[in-house]
């Protein structure tokens, strides 16, 4: 079809694309292969070839606009002034199926597949998961949980908070996976040992632990996401390399109690097992025959509700 080749976002498709749903978000494409998504004062480029997937540039763009607007949500904008996107096929593949993010550009490079479907791309959290990297400063390897915990635990807020996933299943999916962040026998601390399970779960469960604490120290008026907009406001990018003592301070300023160094001190060589089932009960969180199922009067439901509302 010739709007494979030619994409040129026709006056009504930029509408609807930009109709509620993308806010102040505008695209225009550069050339065939290339194309502009203005966020706010952000510009993310985006490169792919459309012969290449079964999905029209608009949907493949839109996919794009959407997780910008989640993270803008989250970090209160886009993070950089500036990201490019390589969108990559995986011939004979479908679905969304894996993305890095540098801090060199920044880019993220993103593989999707060739016979990948709207319903996918509505899916997909793999994106969100993206462009929130760029907004924590670039750790040294042996601090890596952080930048993944804060990925994992913060994409379903974010996309909560724009209203494209539910609060339900932000619960129910944290119910179901964050014990995968538990130590393991012979395992250590955060900060020494490397395996995917402690790296972003572990990163996450050391998220959860710290917006609770932040919340239940300033009467649940700020939590992780304060800190995390704090981070930013200090220049905290992707883009700048940071000790985690330096990020850690910043965020632990911008919300004026110091949880996030106090906890790092107690999880950084120390494996702690958390009691997962007692928190999701203190937070009044439940999952019974594949639903959830919320209690008001639990003593941290207020601190569960203000975690998923938007800011
Ligand atoms: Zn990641």
Known sequence: MILS?????????????????????????ADSQTFQITSGESTIEVAFTPDEFDLSPPAILGWISIAARAV????????????????????????????????????????VGRHCTQRQLDSDWTITHEFLHLGFPNMPRQHHWIEEGIAVYAEPIARAQIGTVTVEQVWG???????????????????GTHTWGRTYWGGAIFCLLADIRIRERTSNRAGLQHALRGVLAA?????????????????????????LAGLYAEMKDTPIVIDLEELWKKLGVQGANGRMIFQNDAPLAAIREAITKPL
């Open 72 to 111: 803008s949500a989250y970090y209160g904008r886009f993070p950089v002034a500036r990201v490019s996107v390589r969108v990559r096929a995986a011939p004979d593949r479908a679905g969304v199926v894996s993305g890095t993010t540098y801090g060199e550009g920044p880019r993220t490079v993103i593989t």
């Open 173 to 191: 999916d944290m119910i179901r996976d964050m014990h995968q962040g538990q130590p393991g026998p012979g395992d250590r601390g955060l900060d």
């Open 235 to 259: 220049g905290g990018t992707i883009e700048h390399d940071w000790s985690i003592d330096d990020a850690l301070a910043a965020g632990d300023a911008a919300v004026k109690v110091p949880v």
């Open 5 to 29: 080749n030619m994409f040129t976002p026709s006056r009504r498709e930029v509408l609807a694309l930009g109709a509620g749903a993308l806010g102040s978000i505008r695209l225009t494409a």
